[in-house]
């Protein structure tokens, strides 16, 4: 088993920042892809980033547009999510996911582990 807990989501004006952590325990840090998904009212949940085990490869959605940066701390069992210009549609529940295996999965259904959100609202 792995838990995951997320912080660092809150309210912030359109053109900020915010920086999500997810805290893993339960099993080796080092063997997981971690990855960030979210989802907003009324829509499914979709990913937003992740990276493998090692930190060195990480995936992007489209629409991040090169405003968001993964990136993982094995020595604190650690990953996090940097977002910058933040836009009124990034607000959602932002949620850590975690699965072990080499590559990073995309898909929503690919996670076995799930942490409990965190809400990021931009306001406009």
């Known amino acids: 088993q792995v838990q995951l807990v997320e912080s660092g989501g809150g309210l912030v004006q359109a053109g900020g920042s915010l920086r999500l952590s997810c805290a893993a325990s339960g099993r080796t840090f080092n063997s997981l892809a971690m990855a960030w998904f979210r989802q907003a009212p009324g829509k499914w949940r979709e990913f937003v980033s992740g990276?493998?085990?090692?930190?060195?490869?990480?995936y992007y959605a489209d629409f991040i547009q090169g405003r968001f940066t993964i990136t993982r701390d094995n020595a604190k069992n650690t990953v996090y999510l940097e977002m910058n210009s933040l836009k009124p549609e990034d607000t959602a529940v932002y949620y850590c996911?975690?699965?072990?295996?080499?590559?990073?999965?995309?898909?929503?259904?690919?996670?076995?582990?799930w942490g409990q959100g965190t809400q990021v609202t931009v306001s406009s």
């Open positions: 996911a975690a699965k072990e295996v080499v590559e990073v999965p995309i898909g929503r259904n690919d996670y076995d582990y």
């Open positions: 990276v493998n085990w090692s930190g060195l490869k990480s």
